[in-house]
């Protein structure tokens, strides 16, 4: 069984930084998909970011684009979700997951682990 901790969240001010953690435990990371997604009170969990297990191609949601970046260490079991310029917006509980599946996983039912989430407040 995998499991998955995030950290690195907080309160920063709007155009501030942050960088969020995922620590992965139980079972070789490096054979997962490793995806970023976010919950915002009283709205659904969608999808933010996600890379893959062997050429680590990545995707973004349009909201996020040119503003966050994803990457993992694989020798660390650790995916990470640098996020800069940060809006209101941004506001939310922000969950990391994890699929043994290829293709391109952007839909929360493609992924099997979750974290617990951390949460990030931007302030205006």
């Known amino acids: 069984q995998l499991q998955l901790v995030e950290s690195g969240g907080g309160l920063v001010q709007s155009g501030g930084s942050l960088r969020l953690s995922c620590a992965a435990s139980?079972?070789?990371?490096?054979?997962?998909?490793a995806g970023w997604f976010r919950q915002a009170p009283g709205k659904e969990r969608e999808f933010v970011s996600r890379?893959?297990?062997?050429?680590?191609?990545?995707d973004y949601a349009d909201s996020v684009k040119g503003r966050f970046t994803i990457s993992r260490d694989n020798a660390k079991n650790t995916v990470y979700l640098q996020m800069n310029s940060l809006k209101p917006e941004d506001t939310a509980l922000y969950y990391c997951?994890?699929?043994?599946?290829?293709?391109?996983?952007?839909?929360?039912?493609?992924?099997?682990?979750w974290g617990q989430g951390t949460q990030v407040t931007v302030s205006s």
């Open positions: 139980g079972r070789p990371f490096g054979t997962y998909t």
């Open positions: 997951a994890a699929t043994p599946r290829g293709g391109r996983p952007v839909f929360t039912t493609n992924y099997d682990y």
């Open positions: 890379i893959d297990r062997i050429a680590y191609i990545t």
